[in-house]
């Protein structure tokens, strides 16, 4: 029971929740590679179906209803982040470095953090490339505590700072005023360095990806510079599901990311009246929608795209959607598919082969720029 439950904090064991993941994936590893001698192969290696494997026993379930309480709320942001903070690295608190910034643009203000693994110069440095990092959580989790261990990770892969932005969640805060909140980060970077996007690297995964979507669209709407490139895992393109006929897979059991899951954190990202019904309700959903969901918007002016996704998790027609609409719009970008991957795959080098070639393949799309 012990090692069934990896993601469970028991204070009294001796094996840490990482140790009990690893023991678990040894020994799942142990019977795929046996019966491997007597099947064909495998697509996945046997690390990464192992890991699928965990993920799909994982409990707690990662769950959440559509209109959930304070309580509900917080348990599902406490799961959350004791299973991604458990597969993402961990940080070495003597060589990585995490300090505060505010950010103030337009009376708005903002906070965020800059993370340094290693020696290297301050993202204000303007010789020192840099990354922008907006994370992921459906829009309702994910905080600079989730994300620290693999941002160090990135800060040291890619030899440069890290910012991670510590936009307000939903529901307390709607998307559109947490999407106000990057453009105020990235509009107080321009007042600081004109030039800055000449040294910065735009990455988010999942609902992140969606907000650096909609920030560049709005940054070309009002003619303001990008970044030399984006970097997105798994993002979340349209909010309105369209495009779910497409999907032959919408099962349920999608490992971490269902499509329910994903329509009820749907439901907390707007600020429609309660008092609205019928026609009058989806007419304002669909207003807000729009204003904030990339599909509806043009795709001219983006900079060169790298984007990962899974074959086998909901925003794989996303991915394949933005594409078409980058290509059409006569930008570049690299779609790279994990066949038989699960969503975000590359934030979990640790467990799998492919993710860590997924994150080296990333690491020399930045180097090229």
């Given at each position: 029971?012990?090692?069934?439950?990896?993601?469970?904090?028991?204070?009294?064991?001796?094996?840490s929740?990482?140790?009990?993941?690893?023991?678990?994936?040894?020994?799942?590893?142990?019977?795929?590679?046996a019966?491997?001698l007597?099947?064909?192969?495998?697509?996945?290696?046997?690390?990464?179906?192992?890991?699928?494997?965990?993920?799909?026993l994982?409990?707690?379930?990662?769950?959440?209803?559509?209109?959930?309480?304070?309580?509900?709320?917080?348990?599902?942001?406490?799961?959350?982040?004791?299973?991604?903070?458990?597969?993402?690295?961990?940080?070495?608190?003597?060589?990585?470095?995490?300090?505060?910034?505010?950010?103030?643009?337009?009376?708005?203000?903002?906070?965020?953090?800059?993370?340094?693994?290693?020696?290297?110069?301050?993202?204000?440095?303007?010789?020192?490339?840099?990354?922008?990092?907006?994370?992921?959580?459906?829009?309702?989790?994910?905080?600079?505590?989730?994300?620290?261990?693999?941002?160090?990770?990135?800060?040291?892969?890619?030899?440069?700072?890290v910012i991670?932005?510590?936009?307000?969640?939903?529901?307390?805060?709607?998307?559109?005023?947490?999407?106000?909140?990057?453009?105020?980060?990235?509009?107080?970077?321009?007042?600081?360095?004109?030039?800055?996007?000449?040294?910065?690297?735009?990455?988010?995964?999942?609902?992140?990806?969606?907000?650096?979507?909609?920030?560049?669209?709005?940054?070309?709407?009002?003619?303001?510079?990008?970044?030399?490139?984006?970097?997105?895992?798994?993002?979340?393109?349209?909010?309105?599901f369209?495009?779910?006929?497409?999907d032959?897979?919408?099962?349920?059991?999608?490992?971490?990311?269902?499509?329910?899951?994903?329509?009820?954190?749907?439901?907390?990202?707007?600020?429609?009246?309660?008092?609205?019904?019928?026609?009058?309700?989806?007419?304002?959903?669909?207003?807000?929608?729009?204003?904030?969901?990339?599909?509806?918007?043009?795709?001219?002016?983006?900079?060169p795209?790298?984007?990962?996704?899974?074959?086998?998790?909901?925003?794989?027609?996303?991915?394949?959607?933005?594409?078409?609409?980058?290509?059409?719009?006569?930008?570049?970008?690299?779609?790279?598919?994990?066949?038989?991957?699960?969503?975000?795959?590359?934030?979990?080098?640790?467990?799998?082969?492919?993710?860590?070639?997924a994150?080296?393949?990333?690491?020399?799309?930045?180097?090229?720029?």
């Open positions: 029971m012990v090692f069934i439950q990896p993601f469970i904090n028991y204070r009294t064991l001796y094996f929740q990482s140790a009990r993941i690893t023991a678990l994936q040894t020994t799942f590893m142990a019977r795929i590679w019966l491997s007597f099947q064909p192969l495998q697509v996945l290696s046997p690390a990464s179906d192992a890991l699928i494997e965990i993920m799909r994982h409990h707690p379930p990662l769950f959440l209803s559509s209109s959930p309480d304070r309580t509900q709320l917080r348990e599902y942001r406490s799961t959350a982040k004791k299973i991604f903070k458990t597969l993402y690295p961990q940080r070495n608190k003597q060589t990585c470095k995490i300090e505060p910034i505010v950010y103030e643009y337009n009376n708005r203000q903002v906070h965020a953090y800059s993370i340094k693994e290693g020696d290297m110069n301050d993202w204000t440095d303007t010789s020192q490339d840099f990354l922008l990092y907006i994370h992921g959580g459906g829009f309702v989790s994910g905080d600079i505590d989730t994300y620290a261990g693999y941002e160090c990770y990135l800060s040291k892969e890619y030899h440069m700072p991670h932005i510590e936009y307000r969640l939903s529901p307390e805060s709607t998307l559109l005023s947490s999407i106000n909140e990057v453009v105020a980060v990235y509009m107080s970077m321009l007042e600081f360095d004109r030039n800055i996007t000449q040294r910065m690297i735009g990455m988010g995964d999942s609902s992140g990806g969606l907000m650096w979507l909609r920030l560049i669209q709005m940054m070309v709407e009002e003619q303001q510079p990008v970044p030399l490139g984006l970097v997105l895992l798994s993002p979340w393109v349209d909010l309105s369209m495009d779910i006929e497409l032959s897979d919408a099962r349920e059991n999608r490992v971490l990311l269902s499509l329910q899951l994903a329509l009820n954190l749907r439901e907390q990202i707007l600020d429609i009246d309660k008092n609205f019904k019928g026609p009058t309700y989806f007419e304002e959903f669909i207003k807000q929608l729009n204003e904030v969901n990339p599909i509806a918007h043009s795709f001219e002016g983006l900079p795209v790298y984007v990962t996704v899974g074959t086998e998790e909901l925003f794989y027609c996303d991915a394949l959607m933005l594409e078409q609409k980058i290509l059409a719009s006569n930008r570049e970008i690299i779609l790279d598919k994990g066949y038989g991957l699960m969503h975000a795959y590359p934030m979990y080098h640790r467990w799998s082969p492919e993710a860590a070639c994150q080296n393949k990333i690491r020399t799309f930045i180097e090229e720029l």
